[in-house]
């Protein structure tokens, strides 16, 4: 029995589903293809675009989505949360109060990360799901 390639980003299949352009024959083919997310491959393909899959995020999982930039990024919310932690589960700080902690992530479905970050920052972890390119992308110039 051949096993079926997953993408790392597995999650969004039901989400993608919602845009008309993203069909199971595409799907397939970019599986075929063993492209490790599904998200940049439907954007590197022209496919859809990242305010396309912001709003399918939106409709379907009730989770908004953030264009994450290393300005956005709360400074008070690296301080708690390590180096470690955020390239673990792909995560960064948006913004932090008493009582919750808004995370940028490519993956707001994980349960593991959410949790592990409520416990270490004893805040409620509020998800913003962004581009595993873009979340990647500012860890480089922040951490580097």
């Known amino acids: 029995m051949e ?3 997953r993408f790392k980003d597995e999650w969004l299949l039901k989400a993608v589903a919602t845009i008309p352009v993203v069909s199971p024959a595409l799907v397939l083919k970019l599986r075929s293809e063993q492209r490790p997310l599904l998200s940049q491959a439907l954007i590197d393909d022209k496919a859809v675009f990242p305010e396309q899959l912001a709003q399918a995020v939106l409709a379907v999982y009730r989770v908004k989505s953030v ?7 709360d400074k008070f919310g690296l301080t708690i949360l390590s180096e470690r932690l955020c390239r673990k589960y792909l995560v960064l700080p948006v913004a932090a109060s008493d009582d919750e ?4 992530t490519a993956d707001p479905l994980n349960l593991d990360a959410l949790s592990d970050i409520q ?4 805040r409620a972890a509020v998800p913003l799901y962004a581009l595993p390119r873009d979340i990647e992308s ?3 110039e922040l951490f580097n």
Request: overall charge positive; hydrophobic content about 50%; glycine content about 0%.
């Open 3 to 5: 096993k079926t390639w």
């Open 67 to 73: 264009k994450i930039t290393p300005e956005k990024v």
């Open 101 to 104: 902690i808004q995370i940028a």
């Open 119 to 122: 416990a270490l920052t004893a």
């Open 138 to 140: 500012c860890m480089e």
